[in-house]
C-alpha cells in the first residue's frame, strides 16, 4: 500500500507538467473559460477577478435575493427567500429531532414493568461483549421457591441407585449432575455419589471434602431424593461395583432416557439397590425431556457449591489480581492445556530439538502402543490435525493471538495449568509478551495453601473459581474445564467475555510464511468477534455444559 501510494503521487507530479484533458460537461463548478499558461499568445487569459465574478454570478442565479442588483425581480427574490427559509427551518427541526433521540431515555421492560432505560453509546472493549448482544437471555434453572413437591416418600421410590464419580473434579461434576438426572428418570433415590480415588495423583477425596452437602441435598429435595450414605438394612456394602447381581454394566455412552427406562428400571426395581458402572457421559442431551436438561443445570449452576473455604481462597486470589498495579484493574484467566500428557496425546507435531522429539516419540509408544504402532503414519496425522484445528495451541501461539486482539503487554494474566511440557523454555515467548503471568503459588504463600495440598482436586477447585470470575477466559483446547468455565459464564448472562481462538483458521495463519502482520491482525479480529461466549442456538447433540442456552436459558 505505501509503494502505490507512493508511485501514484510521483504520476501526479509528473501528469502535472503536461496537458490533461477534461469534460467540459462533467460538472457545473468547472467553467467554460479555458485558463492557459502565460506563454500562450493565441488566447486571452482570464484574471482572478473574472473568475471570482463568473463564480458568484452563477450563486446570484440560485438565490437571486443575495444580489442587489435591480435586474433581479422581486418575485423572484421573494420565492429564493422563502425556499431558503423553508430549508432552514426544516434542518434546525431534522436536527432537534435526532438529538433529542440520542439523549431521550426509550422504553425497555425489567420484570415485567415499563420504564424509561437510559440510550448508552458502547465502545468496542476488550474485556466485555457488547451489553446490546447479552441481554436477550436469562436464566432459568433456578429452583422455585414455594414450589410443590412432587416426590414420593422414600419407601415408596423406585430403590436406590449409586455412582463412582471418575476422573478429575470436572468429570466428576459431570458425572454427579448425569446421576441427580437418571435418579429423577428413574424415580429413585440417590446414594450420595463417592469421588473416585485418582490413580494418577492417589487423590482420595471425598465428596464432603469440595462440596456443601447440606446445601446440595436441600437444594433438590423438590427434585431427587438424596441420602449421605447406603441404607443400613443393607448390610453386605462390599457387594456394590464388585458384583455383577448388583452393577449395571451396559448403559452406552450419550444413551437416551428411554433406554434407563427399559433396561436398569427393571433391575433396580428388583434388587432395591442398584451401581451404575461406568457412569462417564452415561446419559445424552437431545434425547431426553427438556426438563430433565434443565434439572442438570440446576445442579451445576446452584446446587453444587464448593466449601465455605475453597471459596474464601478463591475470593482472596480475585481480589490480588484486581489490584496487583496498586489500583482497580481487570485481569485475563489462561486455560494453558500444554502438560506432558496432553502433547503425548494428542499425536501432534510441535517445535522442538531432535532429543526432544524422540523421547516424545518413546513416551507415546509407551502410553499408547496401539495407536503409536511403529510410528511411520504420525507425521501425516500430525499435518491433518494441526489443519484440522485439534491441537493444543503453545504458549507462543497463544501469546501472539492475544496481542494481535489488541491486549497489551501490561495485562494481568492468571494462568491455570498443570507443568507445561518444555518447561521456562517453552513459556518465555509467552513471558516476554505478557510478563505479568501469575499462577495461585504466586499469588499466595505457602502457608496459605498449605490446607489445600491435602486434596488435590481441591487446587483444581481454586484454579476454576478463579477462572470463572475473570474478566476474560481464554482457552487453549477443549476439555471439561473450559467446557463448563465458558457455559457457566454464559449461563450467568454472556457479558464476560470467553474467548474460545479457531485453532484451523489460527494454523493456516502460522503457517503461511507471506502473510504480514497487519493481515493477520485482521483475521485474527474478524474471526473471533462472534467467538467471546455470546448467545448460540444449540443444534443437535450439542454439548450442555459448554452451551446451556436453550434447556437452561429463557428470552427475557
Known amino acids: 500500500m505505501v509503494e502505490l501510494r507512493h508511485s501514484g503521487s510521483s504520476l501526479g507530479s509528473r501528469a502535472s507538467s503536461s496537458p490533461m484533458k477534461r469534460d467540459e460537461d462533467a460538472s457545473p463548478l468547472i467553467f467554460n473559460d479555458h485558463v492557459l499558461r502565460d506563454d500562450d499568445d493565441d488566447h486571452p487569459r482570464h484574471s482572478f477577478r473574472d473568475r471570482y465574478r463568473s463564480f458568484w454570478s452563477k450563486i446570484y442565479s440560485f438565490f437571486p435575493f443575495l444580489n442587489d442588483d435591480p435586474r433581479f425581480s422581486q418575485h423572484g427574490s421573494r420565492i429564493s427567500l422563502l425556499l ?3 430549508i432552514a427551518v426544516a434542518g434546525l427541526i431534522s436536527f432537534f429531532s435526532i438529538l433529542q433521540r440520542l439523549n431521550s431515555p426509550y422504553l425497555c421492560k425489567k420484570d415485567g414493568i415499563v420504564l424509561h432505560c437510559p440510550r448508552v453509546k458502547e465502545n468496542p472493549s476488550l474485556w466485555e461483549n457488547p451489553f446490546s448482544a447479552t441481554t436477550s437471555w436469562k436464566p432459568c434453572a433456578e429452583r422455585r421457591d414455594g414450589g410443590m413437591s412432587d416426590l414420593p416418600p422414600e419407601n415408596e421410590t423406585s430403590g436406590y441407585i449409586f455412582i463412582h464419580a471418575e476422573g478429575g473434579l470436572n468429570q466428576q461434576r459431570i458425572a454427579i449432575c448425569n446421576a441427580v438426572a437418571v435418579a429423577k428418570i428413574l424415580n429413585a433415590t440417590l446414594i450420595l455419589p463417592v469421588l473416585k480415588q485418582d490413580q494418577i495423583w492417589k487423590d482420595q477425596t471425598k465428596f464432603e471434602d469440595i462440596f456443601d452437602v ?20 443393607f448390610t453386605d456394602k462390599s457387594e456394590l461395583f464388585t458384583s455383577i447381581r448388583r452393577t449395571v454394566k451396559n448403559i452406552p455412552k450419550y444413551a437416551p432416557a428411554q433406554f434407563y427406562i427399559d433396561n436398569v428400571l427393571p433391575r433396580v ?7 451404575l458402572k461406568p457412569f462417564v457421559d452415561r446419559l445424552g442431551y437431545d434425547n431426553v425431556p427438556p426438563e430433565i436438561n434443565r434439572l442438570r ?18 475470593n482472596l486470589l480475585v481480589s490480588r489480581m484486581r489490584n496487583r498495579t496498586g489500583s482497580p484493574n481487570p485481569y485475563m484467566a489462561l486455560h494453558l492445556r500444554f502438560e506432558k500428557g496432553m502433547v503425548g496425546l494428542s499425536f501432534c507435531d510441535f517445535v522442538g530439538t531432535r532429543e526432544e522429539k524422540a523421547k516424545m516419540a518413546e513416551y507415546r509408544q509407551k502410553e499408547w502402543p496401539r495407536r503409536y504402532k511403529n510410528g511411520s503414519h504420525l507425521w501425516q496425522l500430525a499435518l491433518q490435525k494441526r489443519k484440522e484445528g485439534r491441537c493444543p495451541l503453545e504458549p507462543g501461539e497463544v501469546a501472539v493471538i492475544l496481542r494481535a486482539m489488541g491486549y497489551p503487554k501490561e495485562t494481568q494474566i492468571y494462568v491455570a495449568s498443570g507443568q507445561v511440557y ?3 523454555n517453552r513459556m518465555a515467548p509467552l513471558r516476554n509478551m505478557f510478563p505479568n503471568l501469575v499462577t495461585k503459588e504466586e499469588l499466595a504463600s505457602k502457608e496459605e495453601l498449605a490446607g489445600f495440598w491435602k486434596h488435590v482436586t481441591s487446587l483444581a477447585a481454586l484454579d476454576f473459581l478463579v477462572c470463572l470470575k475473570s474478566d476474560v477466559f481464554v482457552m487453549t483446547h477443549g476439555g471439561n474445564f473450559a467446557k463448563l468455565i465458558i457455559g457457566a459464564r454464559r449461563y450467568m448472562g454472556h457479558r464476560q467475555k470467553s474467548i474460545k481462538p479457531d485453532k ?19 483475521d485474527v479480529v474478524v474471526t473471533h468477534q462472534t467467538r467471546t461466549g455470546l448467545p448460540e442456538e444449540t443444534f443437535p447433540n450439542y454439548d450442555l455444559w459448554e452451551n446451556p442456552l436453550t434447556p437452561c436459558m429463557c428470552k427475557a
Open 84 to 86: 431558503l427559509v423553508f
Open 214 to 233: 447440606d446445601h446440595f441435598i436441600d437444594y433438590l429435595k423438590d427434585d431427587v431424593r438424596i441420602v449421605r450414605d447406603i441404607p443400613g438394612w
Open 269 to 275: 426395581k428388583e434388587k432395591k439397590i442398584m451401581a
Open 297 to 314: 443445570c440446576r445442579v451445576n449452576y446452584h446446587a453444587l457449591k464448593f466449601l465455605p473455604e475453597i471459596e474464601e481462597m478463591a
Open 422 to 424: 518444555g518447561g521456562q
Open 504 to 522: 484451523g483458521l489460527m494454523s493456516k495463519s502460522f503457517g503461511d510464511p507471506y502473510m504480514g502482520w497487519a493481515t493477520f491482525v485482521e
